[in-house]
C-alpha cells in the first residue's frame, strides 16, 4: 500500500514538473495606463507579435489576438517612441500581496539597452513612491520585482 501511494506521489510530483516546464516564457516590453485599467505588452519566447494582455480590478487577462506587430504598434503608438527615447517609459505592473508597483525603464543611451535604469514604485491611494532603482536589468533579474519583467 506505502509503495502505490509513493508512486502515485512521484507521478504526479512529475507529471506538475513536466506541465510546469511547458510554461511559455515572456518578458514584458510595453505598459500603458488608461483610465484605471493597464495594457500590457509582452513579448512571448520565440515568437515575433507580442502578447497584449489587460490588467484591470487586479486581474491580468488577454485583451486582444494580434496577427500583425503594426496592429499593436497602431493602438499603442508609444511603444514605437519608448524605444528610441530616454524618457521613463513605463513597461509592467505588478501585485504582491497587497501592494500594487508599476516598473518603468529610462534608457540612458537610446541604442544601448543595457545602459537602462529600471525604477520600481509603490502605487498607494494614487501616490507614488520610489521603492527600487536598477542600474540593468540584469540586477532586477535577481530581485524581488523580476516577475514584473520576466513572466513564467
Same mark, same amino acid.
Given at each position: 500500500m506505502k509503495t502505490k501511494i509513493l508512486l502515485a506521489f512521484t507521478a504526479s510530483f512529475l507529471s506538475i514538473f513536466a506541465f510546469s516546464q511547458k510554461k511559455k516564457k515572456e518578458m514584458a516590453v510595453y505598459a500603458e495606463k488608461k483610465g484605471n485599467d493597464y495594457y500590457l505588452v509582452r513579448l512571448e519566447e520565440d515568437k515575433q507579435i507580442p !502578447?497584449? &494582455?489587460i490588467y484591470s !480590478?487586479?486581474?491580468t487577462k488577454p485583451y486582444k489576438n494580434y496577427t500583425?506587430? @503594426?496592429d499593436i504598434v497602431m493602438?499603442?503608438?508609444g511603444m514605437m517612441e519608448s524605444n528610441n527615447s530616454t524618457k521613463e517609459e513605463m513597461v509592467s505592473v505588478l501585485k504582491k500581496g497587497d501592494k500594487f508597483y508599476e516598473i518603468t525603464t529610462q534608457r540612458k543611451d537610446p541604442k544601448n539597452f543595457e545602459k537602462t +535604469? +529600471?525604477?520600481? &514604485? #509603490?502605487i498607494f491611494q494614487g501616490q507614488k513612491r520610489i521603492v527600487e532603482e536598477y542600474d540593468t536589468i540584469y540586477d532586477l533579474a535577481g530581485s524581488p &520585482? @523580476? #516577475?514584473?519583467i520576466f513572466i513564467d
Open positions: !502578447n497584449v &494582455y !480590478n487586479g486581474v500583425d506587430l @503594426k493602438e499603442f503608438p +535604469i +529600471i525604477t520600481v &514604485y #509603490e &520585482y @523580476k #516577475e514584473a
